[in-house]
């Protein structure tokens, strides 16, 4: 009788740690779940904020031609410009420029702007990949308000193949710049580094 008790009592017992083993793991996988909730939240806040600064500081910028960044373009180098200087929340200074130019004359052309450190600066300007531009434009665009970018811009660079994309450093400017070949539309971004 006593071994019939004892394995019944045993086995209850087995029972019963399975089922607390089980509530534990439950819990540990609920709390586990809350807090990736939380830390996904507080992730997609923070860049919410930091591009709404950054859209904020883009409102507030100013107006700025061409020539005043890569001075020496006394020829017509581009038409149709429209340039914006902004300042980012972390102090640092960029410029946005669209407008249209021919390839053979305007990469020449930053090429051999002058620089503050040469050791720093590129010679020549490289031809890139486009994807990572495509993927960091695609990644800002789920944050921004409604009509804050040309969002037909946007597609023409995300599904045209035929969009080329350079960098170019010339100390203390560091250009990207995306380029199409059957307009000769240029889009180039220049972050200026101290």
């Known amino acids: 009788m006593k071994k019939i008790i004892l394995s019944v009592v045993t086995v209850f017992l087995l029972l019963s740690c399975n089922k607390i083993e089980e509530k534990i793991d439950q819990t540990v996988q609920k709390t586990a779940e809350t807090v990736q909730q939380k830390a996904q939240q507080a992730v997609e806040e923070t ?33 149709e410009e429209k340039g914006k200087k902004f300042k980012f929340p972390n102090g640092s200074e960029g410029f946005i420029f669209k407008y249209k130019a021919d390839k053979a004359v305007l990469i020449p052309f930053l090429e051999k702007q002058t ?21 960091k434009i695609s990644f800002i665009e789920k944050f921004l308000p409604e009509n804050t970018i040309d969002s037909g811009f946007l597609d023409e660079i995300k599904n045209d193949n035929s969009i080329e994309y350079y960098k170019l450093k010339r100390f203390p400017n560091s250009s990207t710049i995306i380029y199409n070949p059957k307009n000769h539309t240029v889009l180039q971004y220049v972050e200026v580094n101290k």
């Open 115 to 135: 620089t503050t450190n040469e050791s720093k600066s590129d010679k020549s300007a490289r031809k890139i990949d486009g994807q990572s531009i495509i993927d």
């Open 47 to 79: 860049v919410k904020n930091t591009i709404n600064e950054s859209i904020n500081s883009l409102t507030n910028s100013e107006d700025i031609k061409f020539n005043q960044v890569f001075p020496g373009s006394g020829e017509a180098i581009v038409t």
